[in-house]
């Protein structure tokens, strides 16, 4: 079975432009979040939807953006993009919310 | 909020010996998750190991295993019989069962490396 899938695997972004990150769950899955990683730093939360349905937001500003679709695959976008932003993307799917979560390799975006 | 708090920035071992990675954590909620991840140089994170806070039990899994001490909020993981291949920065995680469902709290990481 394919694990969580994510592209691109890399990017890179000048500041001001937008992104859109997409991620595909493990089949059966219908939870996915997004984590934001910097270097040297843990995960930090951004959303998570579930059932299509945003079930949780962390403390990010309003340039991020996400949304699941029908499928369950889910695309983060970030508008008006600042050199912070520069990062590793993780999305994790679960098949319910109070199961543990599946990682997948991660984008990293460069903001130049 | 929930913290989760890895006091170790680096950790070594020597190859088939034990090593543990402390953490901590700050809730007040009764009923949660407590994860052990491990992230290697490819970037993935992978599940080590998982604990549910209303079971008593250390978990193990083969050469990992737990010490969980709920009135502490303690949560170090102990490798044993250390492989080449445990080498990787491994993170502690915390999910509430509660209003924070859903959502993983991450520790700072700590990084191991397994000398030969």
């Known amino acids: 079975d394919a694990g969580v899938t994510q592209s691109p695997t890399h990017l890179i972004k000048t500041r001001g432009q937008h992104v859109t990150l997409r991620c595909s769950p493990i089949?059966?899955?219908?939870?996915v979040s997004w984590y934001q990683q910097v270097l040297g730093q843990g995960p930090q939360f951004i959303f998570q939807y579930y059932e299509k349905e945003e079930r949780g937001r962390g403390n990010f500003p309003d340039r991020f953006s996400a949304r699941q679709f029908p499928n369950y695959s889910s695309e983060l976008n970030v508008n008006a993009l600042l050199l912070g932003d520069s990062a590793l993307y993780l999305c994790?799917?679960?098949?319910?919310?109070?199961?543990?979560?599946?990682f997948g390799s991660g984008t990293r975006l460069t903001v130049v | 909020a929930q913290t989760v708090t890895q006091s170790q920035p680096e950790m070594s071992v020597q190859e088939a010996e034990t090593v543990t990675l402390s953490c901590t954590y700050d809730?007040?909620?009764?009923?949660?998750?407590l994860f052990w991840y491990k992230q290697p140089p490819s970037r993935q994170m992978i599940l080590v190991i998982r604990?549910?806070?209303?079971?008593?039990q250390n978990a193990t899994e083969n050469r990992f295993s737990v010490n969980f001490q709920k009135a502490a909020k303690s949560f170090s993981l102990k490798i044993s019989d250390s492989q080449l291949g445990d080498a990787a920065m491994y993170f502690c995680a915390y999910k509430g069962r509660g209003s924070t469902l859903g959502r993983l709290y991450f520790g700072r990481g700590t990084q191991l490396t397994v000398w030969p």
């Open positions: 994790a799917s679960s098949p319910k919310e109070s199961y543990g979560y599946t």
């Open positions: 089949s059966g899955h219908k939870s």
């Open positions: 604990q549910e806070a209303y079971k008593q």
């Open positions: 809730t007040s909620e009764s009923d949660y998750y």
